[in-house]
C-alpha cells in the first residue's frame, strides 16, 4: 500500500458516495513514524501531516519545514492545557478539544497573540471511559461555551471504539455536527475511512496505510 493507492481508494469513495475529492483532506498520521518514511511520502508532494505529541513535533517537523513548502500540521492527539501555547505555535489545526478548561486556555492564548488554529471538538461517541472527548449528550452545550469564547470551531472528531461498527458513530458525529452548523468532520482512520467519507468526513486520518506499520518504541 502506500500514498498512491490511499488517494486512488479516496477517490473512489468520494465518486460512489456523489462528493467532490476536493471536499476531502488527507491527513498523513506521521506519528511515530520513523523520519525517512515521512521524508519519502514528503517527496511524493503530499503536505498535511498529523501528530499526536506537541513535543514529538517540534522535535520532527523544522528540519522537513526549510526542505518543503506548503507543509500543513494537526494535531490529533490529547493537549494538555500546559501545552496549549507550544501547540497554538505549531499547528494549523487542533482537533482534540474536549473540556472547558483547555478550551478556556487556548481562548485566552488566541486574545493574547491575535491567532488560532483550526479547532475540532473531539466527541467520545461510544462514551468510553478510557477515551478523551465530550459526551455526546453534552456535545451541544460544550460547543456553545467555546463558541461563547470566540473559538473558531470548525468541526467535529470522533475516534469510534475498535470493536463496534464505526459507521454508526461516524453517522452521530455527523448527526452533532449538522445540528450544531459545523461542516467539519474529522473521521475515519486506515481501516475505515472509506466508510467515514460515506458519512461525510471532510478529514480523514490515515496512518499506517500510508506509512506502514510501525511499534512505537
Known sequence: MGLTDIETRIAKACSDAGRDRADVQLIAVSKVQPADRVEAVLAEGHRVY????????????????????????????????????AAMGFFDAIHSVDRPKLAQAIARL????GACP????????GAEEQKAGVLPAETDGFIAECRALDLPVRGLMCIPPVDETPSLHFALLAKIAARNG???????????????????????????????ERTPT
Open 110 to 113: 488566541a486574545q493574547e497573540t
Open 182 to 212: 459545523l461542516s467539519g468532520l474529522s473521521m475515519g482512520m486506515s481501516s475505515d475511512f472509506e466508510q467515514a467519507i460515506a458519512f461525510g468526513a471532510t478529514h480523514i486520518r490515515v496512518g499506517s496505510a500510508i506509512f506502514g
Open 50 to 85: 498529523g501528530e499526536n505529541r506537541v513535543q514529538e513535533a517540534q522535535d520532527r517537523w523544522p528540519p522537513f519545514k526549510d526542505q518543503f513548502d506548503g507543509i500543513e500540521l494537526h494535531l490529533i492527539g490529547p493537549l494538555q492545557s500546559n501545552k496549549a501555547r
Open 118 to 125: 483550526d479547532l475540532f471538538v473531539q466527541v467520545n461517541t
